[in-house]
């Protein structure tokens, strides 16, 4: 589903430049379930900026899907996106304006769904991360745990192939940090693709396979089933 | 202590400098245009008042009916000074003018003639009244001999080119000599006395001597002694209808008595207007100078009030936001130990530094303007600069607008709880943003309203100038004090005629632009009677008048002046038509006289009818008219058939100096002199479209703050957006709209105000327009533009913005 072959990636700063990606190159395929681990500031989170097509690689080739989407200007790379893709962050990414329910709502209503559908698609959702209940809330009235289960029904509620996670557990305690992997493992075994940035080998052990990486480039693979 | 407050605030203020500078800019053009308005206010309200005893001093106005006339004049008989003098004790001392308006003077030793404006008659009171001085001769004996005459600098400069001129002579209208007996200071020219540059010796004026109780020329000024009740005043002054007037009046009117006089409707009422009122307050036709008006007072006072608030919404609006912010820097600062009261004071500091670097913008920006600004509202206004009061005043106004304007963001932000800031959680968003909404919402709207007043004024103008007014006063030039030319007249208006540019020319005083002429009484042969008299304007004209001025015939013919009893018609209009109950047809042929009491009337029968046409400002419903064919020779218009003005004005000038030489050439175009009496309303109408600029402009420099700050506090909230597939367009839309609707409440609150104030001004206007849903809209759709306008620039950079970095940015 995902390949990638000799991506680089560059940040100029004013006297430096950092290589934040080196010719990096593998391939995940669909129905996996990927973890990327690496020391802080080794390239996890540029790389999955690239993969989730919120950036554009300064080198190399990605294939999508069997498409190649390096060179893909904003609108195209965003029409992409918004079918196919889900992102869960460590900060959980909530808008706090708006409540439980139209934070999951909102990725419907940028594909353009009618609204009779996108409440029960959404209801669905909820029932699915148990936090139905909670509809109504805010995220400021929810807990760690519960606000990642929300953003998690946000990442899947437009069925994407491919949920990009990046840290998801970051913020949450153990308990919580289980939940919130059992969810994903949940999903994954329901046929979604998974790239997965994480600190935490207890986490990783959720995954099929391990990518480490080390100053933007892939230093091993272990493979866990 | 206090120093610490002071650098604390400068540092937070370099900190933001987009904010600093939007609250800056925007409270100083508020502040400058609020301190225009405000000088312009201070001089109105004090109009006069430069005058010794300039509260004392009041004048005596005359409303009379007799005879079927109805007068308001601001003046009163020759005898009512002297008798006031003589007859009430508390009368410390009288003085009245006899004005002549314009008049052509020169030093005996030249030969060209200098036009005075405002000439005038003045008893020899005068210098004592008003306490005024003389740079050169002695107020005790200056105006006392006939001939004699007292100049301002201005002109004595004008005439001799120096003030030191007491004892020289100058000839009046090429006849009388008078000689100069002393010169002041050009008068205050917000005073009623402005215009005035020649002051004559009453003495020479025979009709001021006279003990006529009819004739009303005079104006009457009188002095009262310090605490004098207005009410006996009155009741004195109700007295003199009996004690003098009625006696004298019997004279005239045999066997008429008090009753009598009372019992045919008849009325004679003296009346008292402080000097200081005159200005602002008084409403006759024939005053001595350019008057205000208080409507205008409050109207300026309204937009300069207007201006200043919304600068300082703007403070409010811009520092609430920034507020958000900074919860943090307050979270820290109570966890640490300082009390809401220090915050306070740390804030109302911020708001005082910048207030008072606004101010001493505010003033530069004003006197730079200043210029602009007196010709926009036709006064000669002066930044007090050496008025200490003026610097307190200043003071004041600054420390007052910073409190004011720092006291609501003080207020919000020293009330944020520190464990909600230091959470990051920010603020439940909601309440805040009501007020924040509700201050945005009340600048567009004065924005809205202000828009409305200036269209209306605007279109008011427009249909006044383009109002068929029933006479063509296009390509008319007429030129002015032809009476000059004394026996060259018909020369000059022949060799006149004889340019191939002219298409006809009439001599007559008599021109269709607004100025004070008044009724007289006629009646028909038919009714004879005080009861049935018509009050109507005598025109004095010649046969050429109703073809140069294109009036329009609609029954009967034009004057014949080879006819020798043409020398009694009369030509009417249709409103005259209308006073006589008769169609035009019936009308012609019917004889009229003015001379109701004598033996022998003459008559004077109706040859011919026209339409009605303005003569008078459109504020006038138009009056009966009757035209005379008599000579006048106080103007000349002239109709031309040509575009080529420049040229044909030289001709008939070279032809003037020719036949008149000596005599001042004054010309103007008669589509000008009908511009000139709307001066006021085209007044009203700039300074209109330079405050609603103004307010509009520092409504959007809030806006555009405000909708920064939006963006900024919002940053987080559109990466996600752009993460989950929102569109660079649909953020845009989100963020801009939310704006919008602000906007568009304010309008939609604002229009009906607008509509109801305007159409109030509008009352004013015998023939005015009605405010139509085109000036509505228009209002509508200019000022959402405008806020689209400078919203989207944010709004556009906002969601154009990588999410990435926002996203990072935690
Ligand atoms: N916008 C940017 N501008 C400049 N340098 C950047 C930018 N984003 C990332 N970098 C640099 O690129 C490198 C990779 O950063 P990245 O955020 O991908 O690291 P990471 O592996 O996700 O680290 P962490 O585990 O701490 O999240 C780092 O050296 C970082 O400093
Ligand atoms: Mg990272």
Known sequence: MIKITNLEKYYKTEEVQTIALNKLSFEVKQGEFAAIMGPSGCGKS?????????????????LF??????????????????????????SFNLIDELSVFENVELPLIYTGVKPAERKERVHAVLEKMQIMHRRKHFPQQLSGGQQQRVAVARAVVNNPKLILADEPTGNLDSSNGNEVMDLLTELNEAGTTIIMVTHSEHDAKFSHRIIRMLDGQKVTENVLV | MIRNYIKIAFRSLKKQPFFTLINTLGLAIGMAGGLLIALYIYEELNHDNMFADADRIYRIETDIKFGGAEIKSAEAAPPMAGTLQTDFAEVENTVRFRTLGSNLLRSSDKTANIKELSTTYVDSTFFNMFGLELINGNTETALKETNTLVMTRTAAENHFGSVDVVGKSLLLNNKETYMVTGVMEDLPKNSFLGDYSIFMAMAGNVASRENIWGGNNYYTFVKLAPETRMDNFQLQLDGLLEKYVLPWAKKTFPGMTADSFAASGNYIKFHTIPLTDIHLYSDNQNEMGETGTIQNVYILSFIGFFLIFLACVNFMNLSTAHSLKRSKEVGIRKTLGSNRLQLIVQFLTESGLVAFASMIIAIVIAFIALPFFNDLAGRNISIPFTEPLFYVAILLITILLGLFSGSYPAFVISRFIPVDTLKGNGMKNSSKWNIRSMLVVFQFGVAVFLIVGTLVVFQQLEFIQNKDLGFDKEQVLVINDTYAAGKQLNVFKQDVLNLSAVKSATLSSFMPTPSSRSNSSYFRESAMDQEYAIQMQTWEVDDDYLNTLSLELIAGRDFNSQSAADSTAVIINESTLATLGLSAEEALGIRITEEVERENPEFYHVIGVIKDFHYESLRENIGSLGLFMKRSTGSMAIKLKTDDFASVIASIESIWIKRVPGQPFNYRFMDDAFETSYKEER??????????????????????????????????????????????????YGLTTDFLKLVAIATIIALPFGWYFMNIWLEDFSYRIQIGWEIMSFSAILVISIAIITVSYQSIKAALANPIKSLRTE
């Open chain 1, 46 to 62: 540029t790389l999955l900026n690239i993969l989730g097509l919120l950036d554009d690689p300064d080198g190399g080739s990605y």
């Open chain 1, 65 to 90: 899907n069997g498409i190649e989407v390096a060179g893909y200007n904003e609108r195209k790379r965003a029409q992409l996106r918004k079918h196919n893709i889900g992102f869960v962050f460590q």
């Open chain 2, 683 to 732: 007044r009203l109408g700039s300074i209109f479209i330079v405050f609603t600029s103004l307010s509009i402009f520092i409504a959007c420099l809030g806006l555009f703050g405000l909708a920064a700050f939006n963006a900024q506090n919002r940053i987080k909230e559109i990466g996600v957006r752009k993460v989950l597939g929102a569109s660079v367009s649909q953020i845009t």
